[in-house]
């Protein structure tokens, strides 16, 4: 019998965040890898609502009392945690388990009691795992600066990019927005480290429309959001268009004149990947991980002051990006690949189970 490897794709539960994504097209890669591998086979650990992956693929059923208590059957040689606070880490030291780390979002969100009851859990399982990956280089800094490592071994490995070329672009239906008009766009949970509400300053000094898609983790910070474009006299061009399907999500991004990622805590910021497929002009927060994601490719916003948000968005409507310089951005979103990043897991599997 040949020694076999867990996917954690427990997150599948969750579809409209974005360990869901992790999870749905990593695994698809894992799986082919193991496929085409002699001597190691791969088992995605997921709940039984949750099966998306194609009719090769073999399960480790997840249920909630596996946070308490394990039972395995037969172990597996290497174990993945899909994110950093996973409470699905088998105890058995018979098992190599992989750790992959987005952010710490954590100590942004949360008061100081979460913090450290969550800085315990990570590392808790850093200490119980054998390899240490991160998604970026800026993640990486991060978690030096908080957790212990150890000296185990540690890699950067950088998720892929979520567009599917099957997936035919839908327009949404919103109320007040028919598509047409020339609009901003952004995707984010409505939470306070998305630093969406400094988007409506944008408006001011045009015709432009923001399109805010993405479910409200937030219903206060929604509230602020809403009474600064009422305060603006902008509040009938912003619509916010609740979770999108991938459908909506891709009508939106190709349809939009720029798209924009102010967001102050990002492990990686996968969003902005997804707009460079499209070619778009892209603005972006210099927070975190963003700069070493969209390279030169993005403009930064210097500053969130109003004034400056303000000018810029009086030159906003005339930019367009040249034929060179959306080839140099969709060239940049193929940098991130999820057939890259299964063969770099992969290899990780094998190094520890082989």
């Not at 409470?87 to 952010?103: F, G, M």
């Not at 969406?196 to 219903?219: C, E, F, R």
Request: aromatic share 12%; proline share 5%; glycine share 4%.
């Amino acid at each position: 019998m040949k020694p076999f490897a867990v996917f954690d794709a427990e997150r599948l539960k969750h579809p409209n965040v974005g360990l869901y994504h992790f999870c749905l097209h990593l695994g698809e890669q894992l799986l082919q890898k193991s496929l085409a591998d002699n001597q190691l086979e791969l088992k995605l650990y997921a709940p039984k609502q949750a099966r998306v992956y194609p009719p090769q693929a073999r399960y480790v059923n997840n249920y909630a009392f596996h946070k308490l208590w394990m039972p395995l059957v037969r172990k597996p040689a290497v174990w993945h945690g899909c994110h950093q606070l996973t409470p699905y880490l088998p105890d058995s030291k018979r098992i190599a388990k992989i750790l992959t780390v987005h952010d710490l979002n954590f100590l942004y969100e949360k008061g100081a009691d979460k913090q450290r009851k969550y800085l315990q859990l990570l590392q808790r399982n850093i200490d119980r795992s054998d390899s240490i990956v991160w998604i970026s280089h800026f993640a990486e800094n991060e978690l030096r600066t908080h957790v212990r490592l150890n000296n185990k071994p540690v890699k950067v490995i950088y998720n892929g990019n979520n567009i599917r070329t099957d997936i035919v672009p839908q327009k949404p239906v919103v109320e007040g927005f028919t598509g047409n008009e020339p609009y901003l766009f952004s995707i984010a949970a409505i939470s306070r480290k998305k630093h969406l509400h400094v988007l409506p300053h944008l408006l001011v000094n045009n015709q432009l429309h923001l399109v805010i898609s993405g479910i409200v983790a937030d219903k206060a910070y929604l509230s602020e959001i809403q009474a600064i474009c009422r305060q603006l006299g902008v509040s009938h061009r912003v619509h916010f268009t609740g979770a999108v399907s991938e459908a909506e999500k891709y009508y939106l991004l190709k349809h939009c004149h720029a798209f924009c990622f102010p967001s102050v805590a990002e492990g990686f910021g996968l969003p902005v990947v997804e707009a460079m497929h499209f070619g778009k002009l892209i603005f972006s927060s210099q927070a975190t991980s963003l700069p070493e994601i969209g390279g030169d490719s993005v403009r930064y916003f210097s500053s969130f002051e109003e004034d400056y948000l303000q000018h810029l968005g009086q030159t906003i409507p005339a930019l367009q990006l040249s034929a060179d310089e959306v080839k140099k951005v969709q060239d940049r979103s193929r940098f991130f690949s999820w057939q890259r990043a299964a063969e770099a897991y992969w290899q990780e599997y094998r190094n520890l189970a082989l």
